[in-house]
């Protein structure tokens, strides 16, 4: 009976510190990131077909690199994540994981990931990665509590998984890369101020300046969700504009964006948490759908 006690009390503490280490990687975003530089990278007009090995290697190198940035984001933060309802039980927030842990494994998950895009693609995809892991873990992390353009910053790296890829599939940086940094770049402007918008009272009394009006949600955040949605519109057809995909899904992506400017718009004539909400979930299922409409066209 011993022996049973002890082997499930070793299951759930196994369990439990893989639920950690997932939240610390913040699971669910690194693999929207990832997806992204797959999809990038399948867009590469240098890559015919799928390669199963390569495109899983691709995935693994930027998740690791991706979850590093994420660990080092709440190592940095774990005392104002204590003070915020909808982060507070996350591992370093509630002290299950020390800080020398949360560093150790941000350590060698970035080293690993690197040297994984490195080794398997090229140099470029690996520094694009290094850099965008050191412009978001220690140049947006701390920027936020300072100024609200750190939205700005921060964009960056959360665009440059679209180079990234494209580089590891192409071995250079074209027009059609930019492309794809610039639709996911602008993307997450209405993207994130929605989230902004609904945690507002958590960001701001943890000392957080996210959104752009120093008042917090405004008239003035809703019309900069609306203005950053409407450059979507042209921005969307720089993919067809330089041939990384066709005329179909220059269609769907036109249509897409068409959404997202009317959910900005219902956002700035309500003004409700719930209308925030609407471009928040609006702005998920845009990225996976423009994405996987490139892809499918050019397939």
């Known amino acids: 009976m011993q022996n049973v006690h002890t082997d499930s009390s070793s299951s759930f503490t196994l369990a439990s510190k893989l639920r950690d280490y997932m939240m610390l990687v913040k699971f669910s975003l690194s693999f929207m990131v ?46 104002t994540d204590a003070l915020m309802k909808r982060t507070a039980k996350r591992p370093l927030a509630s002290g299950r994981m020390s800080v020398t842990e949360g560093w150790t494994f941000a350590a060698i998950t970035g080293l690993l990931g690197v040297f994984i895009l490195w080794y398997f693609f090229n140099p470029l995809s690996a520094g694009l990665a290094a850099f965008s892991l050191f412009l978001y873990a220690f140049i947006y992390t701390p920027l936020k509590k300072v100024n609200s353009i750190s939205v700005l910053v921060g964009a960056v790296p959360g665009a440059l998984p679209c180079l990234i890829g494209w580089a590891a599939g192409n071995d250079a940086l074209t027009a059609g890369g930019w492309a794809l940094f610039a639709i996911q770049f602008f993307w997450q402007f209405p993207h994130f101020w929605a989230i902004a918008w609904i ?6 009394g943890a000392g957080f300046k996210l959104l752009p009006s120093v008042e917090g949600p405004t008239k003035y955040s809703a019309i900069q969700s609306i203005i950053y949605s409407l450059l ?30 009317w959910q900005s718009v219902r956002l700035y004539r309500q003004m409700e948490l719930k209308a925030a909400r609407r471009v928040m979930f609006s ?17």
């Open 34 to 79: 990832v997806f992204s530089a797959v999809i990038s990278y399948l867009l590469a007009p240098k890559i015919i077909g799928f390669n199963a090995k390569m495109i899983l290697l691709l995935f693994t190198g930027g998740f690791l690199v991706t979850g590093s940035a994420n660990a080092i984001n709440q190592v940095v933060e774990k005392d």
């Open 199 to 204: 945690a507002h009272k958590d960001y701001s």
């Open 232 to 261: 979507l519109i042209p921005v969307g057809l720089l993919p067809y504009i330089f041939g990384v995909s066709g005329f179909v899904s220059a269609i769907i992506v036109f249509i897409a964006n068409l959404f997202m400017v």
């Open 283 to 299: 702005s998920y299922i845009y990225l996976p759908v423009v994405l996987l409409a490139l892809l499918g066209d050019k397939l």
